[in-house]
Nanobody, 122 residues
Framework: QVQLVESGGGLVQAGGSLRLSCAAS????????MGWFRQAPGKEREFVAA????????YYADSVKGRFTISRDNAKSTMYLQMNSLKPEDTAVYYC???????????????WGQGTQVTVSS
């Protein structure tokens, strides 16, 4: 069974950086894209960034554009999210997910990780 496992979350001060990783236990051959989403307490899950496996097309939410960078290592079946200039409003549980096409919509993703907590203190 394919699993997605996130790591790299933690507590950081505002202005700091973190790098999240999402490792797939096996390459999801039916998925052509992977994405990062986040969910803060009392809020809906929101799109953060996505990347396609082959061409490396990237998509970002406006709120993170210029601060976050998504990347992937096909050989390792691993996706990354480099987060710089973190703000308290970035505090959330961050999830990685796999989809057949690059998308900003959670419903288009059919495989999800367990999530990793990111907390940014002011």
């Amino acid at each position: 069974q394919v699993q997605l496992v996130e790591s790299g979350g933690g507590l950081v001060q505002a202005g700091g950086s973190l790098r999240l990783s999402c490792a797939a236990s096996a390459r999801t051959f039916s998925s052509n894209a992977m994405g990062w989403f986040r969910q803060a307490p009392g809020k809906e899950r929101e799109f953060v960034a996505a990347i396609t496996w082959r061409a490396g097309y990237v998509y970002y939410a406006d709120s993170v554009k210029g601060r976050f960078t998504i990347s992937r290592d096909n050989a390792k079946s691993t996706m990354y999210l480099q987060m710089n200039s973190l703000k308290p409003e970035d505090t959330a549980v961050y999830y990685c997910a796999a989809a057949r096409v690059g998308s900003r919509t959670p419903d288009d993703y059919d495989l999800w990780g367990q999530g990793t907590q990111v907390t940014v203190s002011s």
